[in-house]
């Protein structure tokens, strides 16, 4: 059995190879869909005989199948499935048979939109971010934001392990 997800915004489809798979928005995701909407860890597919299985990870934006919310559903061919707000739609198909992606890879590049190219990767990665031998870069949007003080009126103390205030005098 073929399976695949078909993005509706026009993107190539989605061949689904493994009986596990995450979907999510980093680079460990076994599918990668960038999207502002979709989690870093989405979704997992399980594909079995004859169906897909979704389970959403516990995401902000939710997964939807047919417009409703789910924790996990059971994809049927045609089902109308939502990461956040990246939307697509379910194949599964006889392995005799062309599925999307072969037809997307088959078609000719003069007829029709531009084929999607992948980025070279560099000593930056693929995203600008240096990459290390083994380790994935830290991202800097993962990194935890320190609020800055908002009080002004503390500053350290001439005296060991003492705070004054700004108006305080000085003198002892």
């Not at 980093?26 to 005989?49: G, N, Y």
């Not at 992606?101 to 531009?114: F, I, M, N, V, Y």
Request: glycine share 10%.
């Amino acid at each position: 059995m073929k399976a695949e997800l078909i993005p509706e915004n026009g993107e190539p489809p989605i061949p689904i190879t493994r009986d596990l798979t995450v979907l999510g928005r980093r680079e460990f995701a076994d599918v990668v869909i960038d999207h502002p909407s979709v989690s870093k860890r989405h979704c997992l597919l399980v594909k079995t005989d004859g169906l897909l299985v979704v389970r959403d990870l516990i995401t902000t934006n939710g997964t939807r199948v047919k417009g409703q919310r789910i924790r996990w559903a059971a994809l049927l061919p045609d089902d109308a499935i939502a990461l956040g707000g990246y939307k697509m739609r379910v194949y599964l198909g006889p392995d005799d048979v062309p599925s999307p992606s072969e037809l997307w890879a088959s078609r000719p590049a003069a007829s029709g939109g531009a084929r999607r190219k992948d980025p070279e990767p560099s000593e930056f990665g693929t995203r600008g971010i240096p990459t290390f031998q083994g380790f994935a870069a830290p991202s800097p949007l993962d990194l935890p934001a320190v609020p800055e003080s908002r009080d002004d009126r503390l500053k350290s103390s001439p005296r060991p392990g003492g705070l004054h205030r700004y108006g305080d005098d000085d003198s002892d």
